[in-house]
């Protein structure tokens, strides 16, 4: 399809947080061009999973942006979830020991202090959710609330919604620059033309940094590399999104060292996901053995029966993580016309319906949701980032 020379607004990148961008922009009636230098969703939309998750999340900016979405998923968009398989399926949070269940049930206070629904669980109750679990832990906590979807569907589908409402789809077109006039974003540069706008939405993930800099503003997200191994399929062994509570520490950590922490989940086909690792090696695409063995001993060490399980496959992505884990969503002051949606880390797909609406809101002019200023994009100014950064 040739590029149209004018758009209301151009959206860089067909991930998970492109697509709901240009689905919310289409839906407020604005003529949307998603630009995408590859195929949909091939980047970290495709390498991650897709859970939708509350429980991992301290009170804060960040859960407010995931119950905004999870409003989102469960209401407007529900009647689509069969699309992009989504599922209430619930997360086990898993203590191996009375501290760690002391700390999980401050967080869980904290939570349910902002309207999270979880409930505290001693080692039977997380027996009977969960009756493969080691025994030898002692408790956890169980958030209903957590979700699950396919994110490679998700992105599909929120693009044909979106061209179902008049936007257009350009893969295999680089975003080479910007076209400028003084400050103002008047456009972008591609590898197949340009397109004129209104205005330009850079939601290029952990690229969006590089994409940022074309426009002369900085926007730091660098690349959290994580594995997942796939098993063999086996009957349904385990029921929910199941953890252990050093996951969450893990999750906020600005360590660049390598942290593993065990994330295990049945799908409906049969097979078991396994995660969960996070280290700071740039764009190193070599698989790294040590990861994936250190990875599969926490497994069986929170799900025993693993260590008779084969391992089919493993893959790895690459998270757009920014050093205050909080993402990047507005309008760049710097260079009007430009917006961010961008630096999600590890919860790209559950947060990009609630940063999709939110980037529609601030195109149209209508009051935002949520307070937009933790996630400003010229707050790194100001910022100390960390020697390692
Ligand atoms: C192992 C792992 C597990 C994860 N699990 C989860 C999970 O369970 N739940 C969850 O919510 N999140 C999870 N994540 C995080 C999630 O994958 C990301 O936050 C999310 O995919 C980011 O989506 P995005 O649309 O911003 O970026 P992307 O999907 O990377 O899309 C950005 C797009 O921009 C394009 N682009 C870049 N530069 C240009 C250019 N110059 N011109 C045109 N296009 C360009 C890229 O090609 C890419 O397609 C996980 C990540 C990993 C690595």
Not at 61 to 80: D, F, K, N, T, V
Request: charged fraction near 15%; charge should be negative.
């Amino acid at each position: 399809m040739s590029l149209p020379r004018f758009a209301d607004v151009v959206v860089i990148g067909a991930g998970a947080v492109g697509a709901a961008c240009a689905y919310f922009a289409a839906q407020a009636g604005l003529k949307v061009a998603v630009v995408e230098r590859g195929p949909i969703a091939g980047g970290t939309s495709s390498a991650c999973e897709g859970n939708l998750l509350v429980s991992d999340k301290e009170a804060g900016p960040e859960l407010a942006l995931a119950q905004y979405s999870q409003g989102l998923w469960r209401g407007e968009l529900a009647e689509h979830g069969s699309l992009w398989e989504f599922e209430s399926k619930g997360g086990v949070v898993v203590s191996a020991r009375e501290g760690t269940q002391a700390n999980l049930a401050r967080l869980a206070q904290r939570q349910s202090a902002v309207g999270i629904d979880v409930e505290l669980l001693d080692a039977a109750q997380l027996l009977a959710l969960e009756p493969h679990v080691n025994p030898r832990m002692v408790g956890g906590a169980f958030y209903p609330q957590d979700a699950q979807v396919q994110p490679m569907l998700v992105t599909a589908h929120l693009l044909r919604l979106a061209r179902g409402m008049g936007a257009t789809v350009h893969t295999d077109t680089r975003v080479t620059g910007f076209t400028r006039a003084g400050d103002a974003v008047t456009g972008v540069q591609t590898s197949r033309g340009a397109i004129s706008a209104n205005a330009v939405v850079n939601a290029a993930g952990t690229w969006g940094g590089a994409i940022a800099e074309l426009a002369g503003v900085n926007v730091p997200v660098h690349p959290r590399k994580g594995y997942v191994m796939v098993t063999e399929p086996l009957p349904m062994l385990v029921r929910h999104k199941v953890y252990a509570a050093e996951y969450v520490d893990n999750v906020a950590s600005s360590d660049a060292g390598l942290q593993t922490s065990p994330v295990v989940e049945g799908t409906d086909g049969g097979t078991i996901l396994i995660g969960s690792s996070r280290e700071r090696v740039g764009f190193d695409k070599a698989v790294d053995p040590r990861v994936l063995s250190e990875m599969a001993g926490k497994a069986i060490a929170l799900f025993p029966f693993l260590a008779d399980v084969k391992a089919l496959r493993s893959y790895f992505g690459f998270r757009p993580y920014c050093p205050d884990h909080l993402p990047v969503i507005g309008p760049d002051p710097r260079a009007p016309g430009l917006l961010h949606a961008c630096g999600h880390e590890g919860a790209g797909i559950g947060l990009s319906v609630g940063t999709g609406a939110l980037i529609a809101q601030s195109l149209t002019g209508a009051a935002a949701a949520l307070d937009m200023a933790p996630f400003a994009p010229e707050r790194f100014e100001t910022l100390q980032e960390p020697a390692h950064a």
